[in-house]
């Protein structure tokens, strides 16, 4: 196995300086943490929906966008409602955008009251910190269509607007291109749901017509337009047809490129695609295709786990869709690949490359690679993070974090037993919130990376990773929570969210002595 991974060095020099001081102000010894720490929603605290915020469970629907918007929905007690989808401001103030029992839009043949918030998601309409957020609820209702999906523009003064259903079971979707009439959408698959910096909508969908056909079909933001990606019967280059099952998608943030992993009838039992158009398709990769740096091994699962992270310059420019793989035996055989599939906008088939190999050596770090995890992030990816879990390094290390921009990039951020900041501790093996972390940012657009861990003396924080700043500690065991009089956090032993976009941190945390035993806090 060749030792490509060659740049590896705890400065990440040139890339990620890996120093800094921990809490929200600074120090001596390095850079300051960007923003401030606050709280956003304390349990027993007031609400906009009248009431106070109940129990904030670790695994809280939370999302953040750029400027400090933070999206998340909560349980009220004593309000105008048993539970809101909120929005956090700029500012921090908060506004109600969705109540349970709230009557859907009928907008695109939606009905029914909202009874369960499924996902949320939240985008920036914009590039300076007064752009509007633009949100996205999937949501299940008391009657009438049984799953929507809403959508809702909240402006830096809290105004809301253009609050629509955008999707809906029982709207008529897009034909298939072999197979006809594909009917209305009679199921939706929230985990198969990926939403683009426009806040438009690429969702995977069962029709009523044929067998029936399943597929990949995009909407608008405000649900006016509808456009199919892929469908069940359309032609697979490289032979066979696509089939039924659509468990991943991934686009760039513009939404002009889009991925999708399927299983494909006919040739190989599973592949991954992606497309400009919605009929004109380029192989990213499928079972049976050699996985490159593997010696002859072929993959025996195309896609295995894991985001489709796709990435462009924009229109006209060149695109790539990195993603999770498995070889065939022996093991080890989980690696992260990439591909470019687009070359000045026009579809094109290059050459698949490895960014980490199963089995690879790791120079710097040594030890092999056995087994590698990537995260889902902001659209469009300008750098992503793959753990690598090892066996015999030297340093004793079990995981070892990379920043990659391409193939010829890659450099580690930080592994098993590299001191935490401020210092004292080291990290590892134990990194709670990544358990959550699969439908949830824990990578930014442009590489930063935030996490919570267990550390080598038991104690327990939230950690950021900011590219080409620093290695902040957010929060850790014992500090002083932010708006909680006199409360100071719990142990973040156990699993809970943390989620990140550019310049903004979100974590629910455990709080002793304080206002409420729990809460949500923002960094940014």
């Known amino acids: 196995m060749r030792h490509r991974v060659s740049a590896l060095v705890l400065s990440l020099a040139g890339a990620l300086p890996l120093v800094g001081c921990g809490g929200s102000g600074g120090g001596d010894s390095g850079p300051t943490v960007p923003g401030t720490l606050s709280a956003v929603a304390v349990e027993g605290a007031s609400t906009p929906a009248g009431g106070v915020f109940g129990v904030l469970p670790s695994d809280l629907l939370v ?130 749901t990926f939403v683009d910096g426009d806040a438009d909508i690429f969702f995977h969908g069962t029709g009523t017509g044929g067998t029936p056909l399943h597929g990949v079909w995009k909407v608008s933001r405000l649900g006016d337009q509808i456009a199919r990606v892929a469908v069940t019967g359309d032609t697979a280059p490289g032979g066979g047809t696509f089939g039924f099952d659509f468990p991943v998608i991934g686009a760039d943030a513009d939404g002009d490129l889009a991925a999708f992993a399927c299983d494909v009838v006919g040739v190989a039992a599973q592949g991954v695609y992606a497309t400009t158009d919605g009929s004109t398709y380029v192989k990213v990769a499928a079972n049976g295709d050699t996985a490159p740096d593997t010696g002859s091994r072929t993959f025996a699962s195309a896609w295995d786990g894991g985001p489709l992270l796709v990435s462009t310059g924009g229109p006209g420019t060149d695109g790539y869709v990195t993603w999770r793989g498995k ?33 690879e050596t790791l120079s710097g770090v040594g030890g092999l690679v056995t087994d590698v995890t990537l995260w889902a992030q902001e659209p469009t990816a300008a750098r992503i993070t793959i753990r690598a879990e090892l066996s015999g390094s030297p340093s004793g290390a079990d995981h070892v974090f990379l920043s990659a921009g391409d193939p010829s990039d890659v450099l580690e951020m930080f592994r098993d037993g590299r001191i935490a900041p401020p210092g004292g501790a080291t990290f590892g093996p134990g990194y709670p919130s990544l358990l959550y972390a699969d439908l949830d940012d824990a990578t930014s657009r442009g590489g930063s990376f935030a996490f919570s861990a267990t550390l080598s003396d038991a104690s327990t924080g939230v950690y950021w990773a900011v590219r080409n700043l620093g290695f902040f500690a957010l929060a850790t065991q014992g500090d002083t929570a932010p708006g909680t009089g006199s409360g100071t956090f719990g142990s973040f032993a156990a699993p809970s969210v943390v989620v990140t976009a550019e310049g903004v941190v979100a974590f629910v945390a455990p709080v002793v002595g304080g206002t409420g035993a729990t809460a949500l806090f923002r960094q940014g």
């Open 63 to 192: 999302a953040v966008a750029p400027s400090g918007w933070v999206a998340f929905a909560a349980d009220v007690v004593g309000g105008s409602t048993a539970t809101g989808v909120f929005v956090a401001r700029p500012n921090g103030a908060l506004v109600l955008v969705w109540s349970k029992g709230e009557t859907v839009p009928s907008t695109n043949g939606a009905s029914g009251t909202l009874d369960d918030v499924e996902r949320l998601w939240i985008r920036r309409d914009g590039s300076d910190s007064s752009s509007d957020a633009l949100l996205v609820a999937h949501v299940t209702t008391s009657g009438g269509s049984g799953e929507v999906i809403l959508t809702a523009r909240i402006s830096t003064g809290g105004a809301i607007s253009e609050k629509r259903s955008a999707l809906a079971l029982g709207r008529d979707l897009p034909d298939a291109i072999n197979l006809g009439n594909v009917g209305a959408l009679t199921a939706l698959d929230e985990d198969a």
């Open 327 to 359: 070889a065939t035996a022996p093991s080890p055989d989980h690696g992260v690949w990439t591909r470019q599939v687009l070359s000045a906008g026009v579809p094109t088939s290059a050459f698949i490359q490895s960014v980490v190999a199963p089995g």
